[in-house]
């Protein structure tokens, strides 16, 4: 079974500033996919970031980047210059190739941007 | 555009009591899911299902039951609640090929059982 450990329970960023938020990870599989999910207070889980395991480059969107060591099994999520509407859950996740049965979530972490 | 909708949106029960959360999803989606959220613990699995007529138990299956009659639809039963099922629910949709990788929720239901 697939374990996503996130050690950061909560977590503050100055506004404009850079913040790293990390994952670790545990499995067996070569072939799966990582992800970063944002769940702002309404609640919708929104995607930030997907990473291929298979792909050597780290995956960015814009202000958001990753940082993917297979080896060591850890997925770190960048935010350059933060904004106030970044504050929320970050969600780590990791999902099998090929597996119908979705994802395995990490237990969150908590970001505030202060202004 | 619906995406995917959950409902209702929020529910009190009284142990014991049953309900059923509905989610229905409009992009002819073949695998459903259902997930709860606690405090600390992130998203875990609880039934899901890759077709009409087929479910499967995930993490957290015990004291929920699961039916997808209907390919768009993916409904969450409780029998007789209790206050450990005290949470959010969130339903998610996706396509099995293409885009794989692209999972869509619904905005989440909270149920609170007294």
């Known amino acids: 079974a697939q374990t996503v450990t996130q050690s950061q329970p909560e977590m503050s960023v100055q506004e404009a500033e850079t913040v790293t938020l990390s994952c670790t990870y545990d499995?067996?599989?070569?072939?799966?996919?990582l992800f970063w999910y944002k769940q702002p207070p309404s609640r919708q889980m929104i995607l930030v970031i997907r990473q291929e395991a298979y792909k050597q480059q780290n995956a960015t969107e814009n202000r958001f980047s990753v940082n993917f060591q297979k080896a060591a099994k850890s997925f770190s999520l960048k935010i350059s210059d933060s904004q106030l509407g970044d504050a929320a859950m970050y969600f780590c996740?990791?999902?099998?190739?090929?597996?119908?049965?979705?994802?395995?979530f990490g237990s969150g972490t908590q970001l505030t941007v202060l202004p | 555009n619906a995406g995917v909708t959950q409902t209702p949106k929020f529910r009190v029960l009284k142990t014991g009591q049953s309900m059923t959360l509905l989610c229905a999803q409009d992009?002819?989606?073949?695998?459903m899911y259902w997930y709860r959220q606690d405090p600390g613990m992130g998203l875990r699995l609880i039934h899901y299902s890759v077709g009409e007529g087929t479910t499967a138990k995930g993490e957290v299956p015990d004291g929920y039951n699961v039916s997808r009659l209907k390919k768009q639809n993916f409904l969450l039963g409780l029998e007789s609640a209790a206050p450990s099922q005290t949470s959010v629910y969130f339903c998610?949709?996706?396509?099995?090929?293409?885009?794989?990788?692209?999972?869509?929720f619904g905005e989440g239901s909270r149920l609170t059982v007294l």
């Open positions: 996740a990791f999902r099998r190739s090929g597996s119908a049965r979705q994802l395995t």
């Open positions: 992009m002819n989606h073949e695998y």
């Open positions: 499995t067996s599989e070569s072939d799966y996919y």
């Open positions: 998610a949709s996706r396509s099995p090929g293409g885009r794989a990788w692209e999972l869509f």
